[in-house]
């Protein structure tokens, strides 16, 4: 008896014991709770916090003068019908499409063609290729004021070395305004397509090349028959992170024209700063043209999770 009743309590205190594995449970779920507080609270502060603020902001009727009486009078959906009624409001919404699309499009090929280049080995490639990298590392603010000072109507670079001194104004004519901007916002964005695809192009294998190339097929053939098609899933998620990057662009529009003139170079972004803080301080308006951008953002947000999923799966 006393040897059975010795080897039942060797098992009921061994390693593998209920009591054991509950305790190890417990603690493998508290710490997956540890590691997880810290991202949830960042989430909440610094996401949920301000999307909820902005939506509430968005149904009242704050101005200036509720800053100093701090009440702001709820008005539901008022401030959305304002700005869907806004004569300006399609212009904004077609100059926010047209800089969207075209600077995402442009983008990708040159940062495309930069990559299929690079991926060939030469001399000093790898500085080559370092140096492209400038415009991304470089703050924004410093690359917009750069661009502004080479529009420049009087003395930017662009007139004088490109167009032999004419005085084109750039961005003080409203039919060029827009097209400055995306020209500064595509060389602002070449370097993030150019990373992203040359990595892609990396994890394809030679073996590929080389069949195609023994089977006798020509350069235009392998980048159809092969290149692009194995890019397809590096393709569609820098075209889907470049989709929401140059949708939510603030900076580089309003260092270098602020919008105008006339509007004629507002996106989204720039006007609901623009309705915020600068000319009727309706800062319900302009929470409400951000939140409908936000809404937009999130929409490509889930479709660009949903491709990342479909992709796995294959």
């Given amino acids: 008896m006393t040897i059975q009743h010795q080897h039942r309590r060797v098992e009921a205190s061994g390693p593998t014991s209920p009591a054991r594995l509950r305790a190890a449970a417990r603690l493998s779920t508290i ?15 610094f996401l949920l916090v301000p999307v909820v603020r902005s939506l509430i902001l968005s149904m009242q009727d704050w101005t200036m003068r509720s800053f100093v009486t701090g009440e702001a009078p709820f008005i539901g959906f008022d401030n959305y019908a304002r700005v869907f009624s806004d004569p300006a409001f399609t212009r904004v919404a077609w100059q926010t499409t047209v800089f969207t699309v075209v600077s995402l499009l442009v983008q990708y090929v ?5 990559a299929i280049f690079f991926s060939r080995r030469f001399p000093l490639s790898m500085l080559l290729r370092s140096l492209m990298l400038i415009p991304w590392l470089l703050p924004i603010v410093v690359s917009a004021t750069t661009w502004r000072w080479m529009f420049h109507q009087d003395y930017g670079v662009i007139n004088a070395r490109l167009f032999d001194g004419t005085d084109i104004g750039w961005l003080s004519t409203p039919e060029l305004s827009l097209w400055s901007v995306i020209i500064a916002n595509i060389w602002l964005g070449i ?71 006339v ?7 720039t006007w609901s700063y623009q309705f915020a803080f600068e000319t009727e301080r309706a800062l319900g308006v302009g929470s409400a043209v951000a939140t ?17 999923r479909r992709e796995a799966r294959q």
């Fill in 292 to 308: 409908i951008l936000f809404f937009i953002a999130v929409v490509f947000g889930f479709f660009y999770m949903w491709t990342l």
């Fill in 110 to 114: 040159i940062g495309l063609a930069l």
């Fill in 263 to 269: 509007n004629s170079s507002h996106t989204l972004s």
């Fill in 31 to 45: 710490g997956r709770v540890a590691f997880l507080l810290p991202v949830v609270a960042f989430v909440v502060i």
């Fill in 191 to 261: 370097p993030f397509n150019l990373v992203m695809l040359y990595g892609g192009l990396q994890s394809i294998p030679d073996s590929v090349y080389e069949a195609a190339a023994i089977d006798g097929a020509g350069p235009w053939r392998i980048f159809t028959s092969i290149t692009f098609p194995l890019l397809r899933p590096v393709s569609t998620v820098t075209l889907l992170l470049g989709l929401v990057y140059t949708l939510k662009a603030f900076d580089i529009i309003w260092v270098m024209s602020r919008g105008g003139p």
